[in-house]
T-cell receptor, first 115, second 114 residues
């Protein structure tokens, strides 16, 4: 089966610019996650969707970050305006459904550099 | 809130050495525990998991036992190979307020020399 797809793989922007990332989860997976992974740290959950509803976005900086999952499939994460500290790898993951036992499948990530 | 603490890396070993990577956690509920691995240039992938106390997860020669009394989930392997060189992440999934929220540790880099 096809894995989690993300694009672009790399992005370099200047501070105050905007950027968007796209994620296509594994077919049939109801739960989708966006993480921020800063160099040397573990992934930090930004937002979690169950189908097209938000389950948790408590760690999403809502003044500059937004995310949507239209029709419960693909998702986009946007940053506007970007700051230097947003430089990180943005990971998308999906799981069959919500639950403590379900494993997550990760995409390759998008490496963002803000200059 | 929930948290996962892993031992600092990098861990450097010779081939065929014994590996232990320590992981402890705090959780408000009864979490499931996971180890994910990230090989160079690749995305994270599940290595093993355990969903209740005293369960042992195992895969590719790696093992970890869910110890509720010590809130630990240490990763072990009896004989490492060069191909095991990667970053290992301990993680939990809990339901603190009705939603299943995953939490990851910082990751531990393993370097295995021939």
């Amino acid at each position: 089966e096809a894995g989690v797809a993300q694009s672009p793989r790399y992005k370099i922007i200047e501070k105050r610019q905007s950027v968007a990332f796209w994620c296509n989860p594994i077919s049939g997976h109801a739960t989708l996650y966006w993480y921020q992974q800063i160099l040397g740290q573990g992934p930090k959950l930004l937002i979690q969707f169950q189908n097209n509803g938000v389950v948790d976005d408590s760690q999403l900086p809502k003044d500059r970050f937004s995310a949507e999952r239209l029709k419960g499939v693909d998702s986009t994460l946007k940053i506007q305006p970007a700051k230097l500290e947003d430089s990180a790898v943005y990971l998308c993951a999906s799981s069959l459904t919500e639950g403590v036992t379900y494993e997550q499948y990760f995409g390759p990530g998008t490496r963002l550099t803000v200059t | 809130g929930n948290s996962v603490t892993q031992m600092e890396g990098p861990v450097t070993l010779s081939e065929e050495a014994f590996l232990t990577i320590n992981c402890t956690y705090t959780a408000t509920g009864y979490p499931s525990l996971f180890w994910y691995v990230q090989y160079p240039g690749e995305g994270l992938q599940l290595l093993l998991k355990a969903t209740k106390a005293d369960d042992k997860g195992s895969n590719k020669g790696f093992e970890a036992t869910y110890r509720k009394e010590t809130t630990s989930f240490h990763l072990e392997k009896g004989s490492v190979q060069v191909s095991d060189s990667a970053v290992y992440f301990c993680a939990l999934s809990d339901q603190p307020g009705g939603s299943y929220i995953p939490t990851f540790g910082r990751g531990t880099s393993l370097i295995v020399h021939p």
